[in-house]
Nanobody, 125 residues
């Protein structure tokens, strides 16, 4: 089992930056990929970014590329999501997820076995 706890969300203004954190505990060595997804009110959960624990290769959704940076600290078992130039449309609950297996479909939520509770990000205009 892997437990994930997100933090760092909040109410911010458009143009601000935020850094979300996802602390993993438990059998963290059993996960290959960490992903960030978000879900806005009335919308489906969507892929934002992913990173491989080994090697650190990163992947981004086209809609956020250039404004978001995903990173990891293997020693702390923590994954970060830096979001710059926040927009009102970034308002959502942001979820961290862990995939035990290497998968080419890192953007597919169904590949991830473990999920955090989410952290709310609200961007005012």
């Amino acid at each position: 089992q892997v437990q994930l706890v997100e933090s760092g969300g909040g109410l911010v203004q458009a143009g601000d930056s935020l850094r979300l954190s996802c602390a993993a505990s438990g059998r963290t060595g059993s996960s290959d990929t960490m992903g960030w997804f978000r879900q806005a009110p009335g919308k489906e959960r969507e892929f934002v970014a992913a990173i491989r624990w080994s090697g650190g290769r990163t992947y981004y959704a086209d809609s956020v590329k250039g404004r978001l940076t995903i990173s990891r600290d293997n020693a702390k078992n923590t994954v970060y999501l830096q979001i710059n130039s926040l927009k009102p449309e970034d308002t959502a609950v942001y979820y961290c997820a862990a995939d035990r297996h290497y998968s080419s479909t890192y953007y597919y939520a169904g590949d991830y076995e473990y999920w955090g509770q989410g952290t709310q990000v609200t961007v005012s205009s």
